[in-house]
């Protein structure tokens, strides 16, 4: 078990299941030990600065989504990067040792500017991205990280950059943090696709059971399988997936079923929404009671902002001790 934990998401979107089992069912786990759950709005920013989204509201209802998924801000320290400046005063301290190449070569940066076409991401912001992600692991001396795999370079940027910090500076500031890798596999989206909410095919921890049902009733199934008499083949079909999950102790008469035509994809639809109603619906009720105490929400979040600043002051000073400044 680790000692200290600590991971991030963006706040540019509401969460949607993907995230949940993705991350928030695993963080859930890791309250036992000293954690800290971090909305990274600078982070956002370095991709959404031309976009009209406001982070601040969005901010919010992540939080909403962190609390109905059952996280409890009593056991972990739930926070807001930008009220916590450290992050940016450490980001700009790393920036500084930090090697350019270390950067260009960083897999995610060239995939990003080629996937969301029409941004300017070749910023300075951008490329830095990693850097500061590595001053949030680091402010907090975390020994576990839990990400899923797309955030491995940048887990591996953050144990460098310790590494050259603590060399430099003769000083065991810095801890390397492990990378606790989220073992779920990718989650279909309702067009089969990853879920993601760039591909609009997202079942959003804020939808009503109906809007649940309506969404699965849409979702795409067997390509293979245009007529009710045709064989179906479970393997490629999103809509078993969710039954996997969701349904697991009948998912193998689903699959016999479906191979054998003796199930059709409506009630086979039908049958998939009421189990992951089942899951959504307390999420989504507990969120409206959530939303009808925003300010609460946002109040929590600044208290949660002191206690991670309180970590984080102290880390900082050391780090600006070693280098030899103020
Ligand atoms: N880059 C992460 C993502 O896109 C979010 C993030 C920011 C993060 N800071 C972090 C994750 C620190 C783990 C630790 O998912
Ligand atoms: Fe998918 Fe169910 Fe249709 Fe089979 S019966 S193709 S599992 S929706």
Same mark, same amino acid.
């Given at each position: ?37 971090? =909305?990274?709005?600078?982070?956002? /920013? ?5 976009? #009209?989204?406001? @982070? *601040? $509201?969005?901010v ?31 980001a700009?301290?790393l920036?500084? =040792?930090?090697?350019?190449?270390? /950067? ?5 940066? #060239?995939d990003? @500017? *080629? $996937?969301q076409?029409?941004?300017e ?44 910090f ?75 997936y ?26 086979c ?10 899951f ?14 925003r ?32």
């Amino acid at each position: 078990m680790p000692k200290r934990i600590l991971s991030g998401v963006r706040p540019t979107n509401k969460l949607h299941l993907g995230n949940l089992l993705g991350a928030l069912e695993n963080w859930k786990k890791l309250e036992s030990a000293e954690s800290y759950f971090m =909305i990274a709005d600078w982070h956002a /920013l370095t991709t959404e600065y031309e976009s #009209k989204i406001k @982070i *601040k $509201e969005t901010v919010i209802e992540v939080v909403i989504d962190f609390l109905a998924a059952g996280l409890d801000p009593n056991t972990s320290t739930i926070f807001l990067q930008s009220l916590v400046p450290e992050h940016a005063e450490l980001a700009l301290l790393l920036s500084i =040792i930090t090697p350019l190449s270390w /950067l260009e070569r960083n897999p995610t940066y #060239k995939d990003q @500017i *080629k $996937e969301q076409k029409g941004k300017e991401l070749a910023t300075h912001g951008f490329l830095g991205y990693p850097v500061l992600q590595a001053a949030d692991i680091l402010l907090y001396k975390a020994n576990a990280v839990p990400v899923g795999e797309d955030q491995l370079p940048h887990l591996e940027l953050a144990r460098e950059i310790a590494r050259r910090f603590n060399h430099l500076y003769r000083k065991n500031v810095f801890v390397e943090a492990e990378a606790l890798l989220t073992k779920v596999p990718k989650l279909p989206g309702v067009d089969g696709r990853k879920m993601s909410k760039s591909y609009g095919n997202t079942i959003d921890l804020s939808d009503s059971p109906e809007e649940v049902d309506k969404k699965v009733m849409r979702m795409v199934t067997d390509p293979a399988r245009k007529r009710r008499e045709d064989l179906g083949h479970p393997d490629v079909c999103p809509v078993y997936y969710f039954h996997t999950i969701f349904n697991q102790k009948n998912h193998e008469t689903v699959a016999q079923e479906c191979r054998q035509a003796k199930r059709g994809c409506v009630e086979c639809k039908q049958e998939m929404a009421s189990y992951l109603v089942r899951f959504t619906k307390p999420i989504y009720e507990r969120r409206k009671e959530l939303e009808r105490g925003r300010s609460k929400i946002r109040e929590m979040l600044v208290e949660g902002s002191k206690k991670a600043r309180s970590v984080a002051c102290l880390t900082l000073a050391e780090a600006k001790e070693a280098v030899g400044i103020a």
